[in-house]
């Protein structure tokens, strides 16, 4: 087994470039953090209810909800944010003006007030998560070993996080600055951990690479890569060579197919089969030059396969094995 990775690590936040599983993988790392008893939350802030899809649930409103039982009796919760919401929550839990945020709400004041101020937005959402993770210093019975952010993707989720340069130009002193301040003083700690999602692609691995070096530039906690949707090879090294320089044994394969049972024109299907071979033979050397540029950025490389079935809630417990298997738990 693995040597345990992230120890000590309470907020794992997952970007990734549209199209890469960037929820999926959320949802396996959650599960594989519950395992053994634990318990974990799952956060997502785009409003997409991927999060419900995923585990087969009715639609979440604003409020924390059991979603799974993990291997070894731990729970997996959900919650997806709102906006509106966590300036409510804000203003209940600092100023205890649930009452008044309601009015606003009815004004259209909180729109009006996340639109022309962006960065107030982002501070609402990552303080929800911040909130969340501090309730594990008090002890509570609500307390979280873990909470998995399903972040917004890789192009913007260095500004949404550093939310203290984002107010910059919104508050120098007062409530807001002081709440970015206590939100970046766990963002920017050991206890966060920015995981990014990629596939096995030139444009995806380069906007990976992008977001690291812009994670790093902003001195914020790199995690690791989760490479998803890996598919094996299906060829040997040998017959890999053979298939890039376009020398498959097409009569070999013909009468293969023949004493198979294959009628018609084998040669025809031969042909076809080995170009089938060479573009295969070419994905996988293109894989494995973009799996090398990853694994020069020093961070851990995690790997999930393909599952040609799609992804349902059995797929993520056989995903959070195999996440386990690489030192998540």
């Known amino acids: 087994m693995s040597e345990l990775l992230w120890p000590g690590v309470a907020m794992h936040v997952v970007s990734g470039k549209g199209g890469t599983g960037k929820t999926t993988v959320a949802a396996t790392l959650a599960m594989a953090l519950a395992r053994e008893g634990r318990r974990t939350l799952l956060m997502e802030f785009e409003g997409r209810q991927g999060i419900a899809q995923l585990f087969d649930v009715p639609p979440m409103p604003y409020e924390e909800k059991r979603v799974a039982v993990a291997p070894g009796g731990g729970d997996v919760w959900a919650l997806a944010v709102d ?3 966590a300036l409510l929550d804000y203003l209940e839990i600092f100023y205890n003006l649930r009452r008044a945020g ?3 709400r009815r004004m259209g004041a909180i729109d009006f007030a996340t639109t022309i101020a962006p960065g107030l937005r982002d501070v609402l959402l990552t303080g929800k998560a911040i909130e969340v993770v501090r309730r594990s210093d008090k002890g509570g019975s609500d307390a979280y070993d873990a909470v998995v952010l ?4 890789t192009g913007r989720i260095t500004r949404f ?8 130009g919104l508050a120098k002193v007062g409530p807001i600055r002081n709440h970015a301040d206590l939100v970046m003083s766990v963002i920017a700690s050991p206890r ?8 096995l692609e030139e444009m ?7 977001g690291i070096h812009e994670l790093r530039q902003a001195q914020l906690p790199v995690g690791g890569i989760f490479v998803n949707m890996m598919r094996p090879p299906l060829l040997d090294r040998s017959e890999r060579d053979l298939a890039l320089h376009e020398r498959l044994p097409m009569d070999d394969i013909a009468r293969q197919l023949s004493a198979a049972g294959i009628t018609g024109d084998t040669d025809t299907i031969a ?8 573009d295969h033979a070419r994905r996988v050397d293109l894989e494995e030059r973009e799996l090398q540029r990853l694994e020069e950025l020093e961070v851990p490389v995690l790997k999930l396969p393909f599952l040609p ?12 094995g195999l996440l386990d298997n690489q030192g998540v738990r």
């Open 271 to 278: 042909r076809a089969l080995t170009r089938e071979g060479t």
């Open 204 to 210: 995806p691995v380069q906007e990976t690479i992008d």
């Open 161 to 168: 996080l550093n939310v203290n340069s984002e107010v910059s």
């Open 192 to 199: 966060t951990a920015v995981h990014l999602v990629t596939l």
């Open 150 to 153: 399903d972040a917004p993707p």
């Open 309 to 320: 079935g799609g992804v349902d809630l059995s797929s993520l417990y056989e995903l959070a």
């Open 83 to 85: 906006p509106e919401d």
């Open 102 to 104: 309601s009015a606003l």
